[in-house]
């Protein structure tokens, strides 16, 4: 059996008072630091900006925090806005947490979809294309060994990541400029909905382009997942924080820019007829990983808000009721 557990930290749902926020994103860090702790494979981080609920927007800052305090899981970013930022100084950036890490670091490039998140970073959104392109080419150059001309200067940025030639990553998009984009590049492509016809654009783009590459999708049944022993009442008292967390994402929709977790649910019980969100038991939780080999467990305590002792209570049952018996029977 192949384990694969996930933490999904984003920090939606901050509350007002800075002592409460402050001890939100402290009990983020630890939660890593259990996590990794207890054989989790990866800790994920977020980035959206100016988000009503208190989106994470510090992604690779959150990340060299986690860095510093675990030894084994993956670190990924889903997705780094990359079209946000200054390519140079991102760069430089990603290499830094590259060796906090040892190499663990992984994210999707994102190029972003909502207009105010390139206003606020002073960023071409009519032009988010080409510029994606300008900061993707510029990252893989200032990663290699050698110096490159830049704004009509020859320069050498440093320093160098741990992962040579570079860090793992895979660029995201559901359109055949972003397919077309990765090809070019010869990167992985990470559609966030698995199209079998933008698929097999992208490794036609790759033959076109003489590279070789993938394409990486999550499962059509994914789903996050919150454990409590009693999901009945668990959804009365606490399917608020779920809500709130859908209500924001899904308010951001844009025409072409199709999204996994993104729907029309108004209510509690709408969004947990979509099953995209669950709260099941540790033991509903451990058929499936029994019964599925590729079964992935994206665990999210901290979704909206979620009270602290509700989101430890969440994970500290995942690891003892799921991922120790998983772990005992793997030895035998």
């Not at 259990?34 to 494979?41: E, H, L, N, S, V």
């Amino acid at each position: 059996m192949t384990l694969s557990a996930n933490l999904r930290l984003n920090l939606t749902g901050a509350e007002a008072d800075p002592a409460l926020r402050a001890a939100r994103y402290r009990a983020a860090i630890d939660m890593a630091a259990f996590a990794d702790a207890q054989g989790f494979t990866s800790v994920n981080v977020e980035e959206h900006h100016v988000a009503e609920n208190g989106w994470l927007p510090s992604p690779l800052t959150m990340a060299a925090a986690i860095a510093a305090r675990t030894e084994r899981c993956g670190i990924g970013v889903m997705a780094l806005l990359v079209s946000l930022y200054d390519p140079v100084r991102l760069a430089e950036d990603i290499a830094v947490v590259d060796l906090l890490s040892q190499g663990r670091l992984n994210f999707i490039a994102g190029m972003g979809y909502r207009e105010i998140e390139f206003h606020i970073a002073n960023k071409p959104f009519a032009a988010r294309g080409e510029w994606m392109d300008h900061v993707l080419e510029t990252l893989l150059k200032a990663w290699a060994d050698d110096p490159f001309e830049y704004n009509g200067r020859l320069i050498n940025v440093t320093p160098k990541p741990f992962t040579r030639p570079h860090p793992f990553f895979l660029v995201g998009g559901m359109s055949r400029p972003a397919a077309r984009r990765a090809a070019r590049l010869g990167l992985p492509f990470a559609p966030p909905v698995a199209d079998a016809e933008l698929e097999a654009y992208y490794h036609a783009q790759c033959e076109a382009h003489g590279t070789r590459g993938f394409t990486h999708s999550p499962p059509a049944d994914f789903s996050v997942l919150f454990i409590h022993p009693e999901p009945d009442a668990a959804w009365a008292t606490l399917g608020g924080h779920f809500l709130n967390e859908v209500v924001e994402y899904s308010s951001w929709k844009t025409p072409g820019v199709n999204r996994p977790l993104e729907f029309a649910a108004a209510s509690i019980d709408a969004l947990r007829a979509e099953q995209r969100y669950e709260i099941i038991t540790p033991q509903e939780c451990l058929r499936r990983h029994r019964e599925r080999d590729d079964f992935f467990a994206a665990i999210h305590p901290l979704v909206g808000g979620m009270p602290l002792d509700e989101a430890w209570r969440c994970l500290e049952l995942y690891c003892t009721e799921v991922l120790t018996p998983l772990k005992l029977a793997s030895r035998v």
